[in-house]
């Protein structure tokens, strides 16, 4: 993995636990020489992650809409920001150039990224591992609520496995950089468990 995408809160949350968290996971990308790929705002989790990759010598790509260039205040000291032209074109390329998917705690803006790149995954659009940084047990409803729509039938066993969870970021990239897609994808096989 050459560059990982991290989707974290536009707010730092109430814990310290949450920067520390981002703090460590971008330390661990650094040492393991992976690029840094987020939204490029200068705030709350999303800035602090930024900033610890770059202060250790890292290398940070920011992608962000122009409409929210001001909002989220851009970082100015990326290896490299870019302006694109709507929150579609961001996750685009998020997606894109990325090798992996992990989000930290965050909003309702990163619950929604990144259940896009596991949709995405489910639907066979790529095959690249998509992961919890679950901290304090900040994902432990998401991840309880998807295990009720197995039981429920209607998420598959298979697709509900392809979200890789830990509350260690070095564990997590392991987990990673080892992790093989299902080799079903949501349509085949539409009547098995
Ligand atoms: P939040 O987790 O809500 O603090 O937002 C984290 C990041 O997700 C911010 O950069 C937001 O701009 C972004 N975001 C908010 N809404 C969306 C959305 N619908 N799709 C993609 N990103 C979003």
């Known amino acids: 993995m050459k560059k990982i995408c991290v989707y974290c809160g536009s707010s730092p949350g109430k814990s310290p636990e949450y920067i520390e968290a981002a703090r460590v996971l971008g330390r661990e990308l650094v040492k393991r020489d992976i690029t840094l790929v987020y939204g490029g705002a200068s705030v709350g989790i999303m800035g602090e992650i930024a900033d610890t990759v770059l202060s250790a010598g890292g290398e940070v790509v920011g992608i962000m809409p122009q409409a929210l260039v001001d909002k989220e205040i851009s970082h100015s000291g990326l290896t490299d920001l870019r302006v694109v032209g709507s929150m579609h074109e961001r996750k685009a390329m998020m997606e894109d150039i990325s090798d992996g998917f992990i989000a930290l705690p965050g909003g309702m803006g990163t619950i929604e990224e990144l259940f896009e790149v596991l949709t995405w995954s489910q639907l066979g659009y790529h095959r690249k591992p998509c992961a919890l940084l679950n901290i304090k047990g900040y994902y432990d409803s998401i991840t ?9 039938q209607f998420v598959k066993p298979i697709h509900r496995e392809m979200i ?30």
């Not at 830990?166 to 468990?193: C, Q, S």
């Open 144 to 152: 309880q609520f998807l295990n009720h729509a197995v039981e429920e």
């Open 164 to 193: 890789l969870i830990e509350h260690k970021p070095d564990r997590l990239l392991d987990l990673m950089a080892a992790y093989k897609p299902p080799a079903v994808d949501k349509w085949i096989g539409r009547n098995e468990t």
